[in-house]
Nanobody, 124 residues
Framework: QVHLVESGGGLVQSGGSLRLSCAASGRTISSYTVGWFRQAPGKEREFVATISSGGGPTDYATSVRGRFTISRDNAKNTVYLQMNSLKFEDTAVYYC?????????????????WGQGTQVTVSS
């Protein structure tokens, strides 16, 4: 069983930056794809970014490409999401998720383990 805990959320002004962390416990996640998803109030959960187990292939939602960067440190069993040039519309609860596969893509249903989420609020 993999337990995921997100941290790093908070309140930031438009144009600012935040770095989210997803710390895993229970198992090493070096063989897991890890993704970030988000859900804004009244909206469905949406894909943000994903990184393969080897740290190779990554993918981003069009809305965040060029502003967000996903990375991982398998030695620390942690995955990060660096968010720059934040916009009001990035406001959401951000979740990390993991799947024991090399690359699981952008579909949330592919991920078996989920964290509780961290709130990101961007003021306009």
């Amino acid at each position: 069983q993999v337990h995921l805990v997100e941290s790093g959320g908070g309140l930031v002004q438009s144009g600012g930056s935040l770095r989210l962390s997803c710390a895993a416990s229970g198992r090493t996640i070096s063989s897991y794809t890890v993704g970030w998803f988000r859900q804004a109030p009244g909206k469905e959960r949406e894909f943000v970014a994903t990184i393969s187990s080897g740290g190779g292939p990554t993918d981003y939602a069009t809305s965040v490409r060029g502003r967000f960067t996903i990375s991982r440190d398998n030695a620390k069993n942690t995955v990060y999401l660096q968010m720059n040039s934040l916009k009001f519309e990035d406001t959401a609860v951000y979740y990390c998720a993991a799947d024991q596969a090399y690359y699981s893509g952008s579909r949330g249903s592919s991920y078996h383990y989920w964290g509780q989420g961290t709130q990101v609020t961007v003021s306009s």
